[in-house]
């Protein structure tokens, strides 16, 4: 996955992911890899699916 387009920020063990990816499966798959990283007690997905114009 490229995740060039992904900003992460995090605060009180609580992850933000906000950008863009490409798909759906994009998206669960940076929630999972977030969730996996240790003393992270929550994710919040904002990520935004790329137009295709």
């Given at each position: 996955m490229?995740?060039?387009d992904i900003e992460?920020?995090?605060e009180a063990g609580e992850v933000t992911l906000?950008?863009?990816v490409a798909d759906?499966?994009?998206k669960r798959s940076a929630?999972?890899?977030a969730?996996?990283?240790r003393g992270v007690r929550d994710v919040h997905n904002q990520l935004r699916l790329q137009?295709?114009?």
């Open positions: 490229d995740a060039s992460v920020t995090v906000s950008g863009t759906r499966q994009q929630t999972d890899c969730e996996d990283v137009s295709h114009r």
